[in-house]
């Protein structure tokens, strides 16, 4: 009975200096940090002060999310967009004006919430939504004439509150790098020049 005894405690301290000496297990992936960056195309869609004479151009996003939970992160998420000059317009407009190409660029920051639909999967959709500011820069062309001031279109410099929506699928390249490609509607609260804006972005995001 002794000599089991004492093979079992031996048996017991073996399994248990092998547990000691083993490599510690990686961390369970329930919670992701993340930064991403994103580039890609907005569209302005509504209010003439814009969309007359300005179209579509580049945008890029940073984005850093802490994770909550298996499936919610909360960050901050900081966008810049430009929207090109439509000069064959305005030439149509106002043929006989001097012409001038002035661009207008809007940066938008604020707080985001994301909910990652199948979390530890190799390749699955997400939804999020964002709360802040977008600033938009001016343009402005005016002319005296000998009726008075005429005004061919007026885009303040302006800061308003604004919030967006957005859905996209992200691609696991690896357990720290993932492809995220996404749509984003956003919206520019009491601005009669701006109001909604479409974006399509995609680009590449570090998980830590």
Not at 61 to 76: A, H, P, Q
Not at 133 to 162: I, K, N
Request: proline share 7%; charged share 15%; with cysteine.
């Amino acid at each position: 009975m002794r000599k089991r005894n004492a093979l079992t405690v031996m048996c017991m301290l073996a399994v248990m200096q092998a547990a000691a000496q083993s490599p510690a297990l990686p961390p369970s992936p329930l919670r992701y940090n993340s930064i991403s960056v994103l580039g890609g195309w907005s569209w302005p869609l509504s209010h003439d002060g814009l969309t007359k004479f300005w179209g579509s151009g580049p945008t890029a996003s940073l984005e850093v999310l802490k994770g909550v939970s298996r499936n919610v992160s909360l960050g901050f998420d900081l966008e810049a967009a430009a929207y090109w000059f439509r000069g064959p317009e305005f030439v149509s407009a106002y043929p006989n004006l001097p012409f001038k190409n002035p661009p207008v660029a809007q940066i938008v920051a604020g707080v985001v919430g994301r909910f990652t639909i199948a979390p530890g999967k190799k390749f699955t959709p997400y939804i999020g939504g964002m709360i802040g500011f977008s600033h938009m820069t001016g343009a402005e062309y005016r002319q005296e004439t000998g009726s008075g001031r005429v005004t061919y279109y007026d885009m303040p410099f302006q800061t308003r509150l604004a919030a967006s929506l957005y859905g996209g699928v992200e691609y696991r390249i690896s357990r720290t790098f993932a492809f995220d490609a996404e749509a984003r509607a956003l919206y520019v609260t009491d601005d009669p020049n701006v109001g909604v804006l479409a974006a399509l972005r995609a680009g590449f995001r570090f998980l830590f």
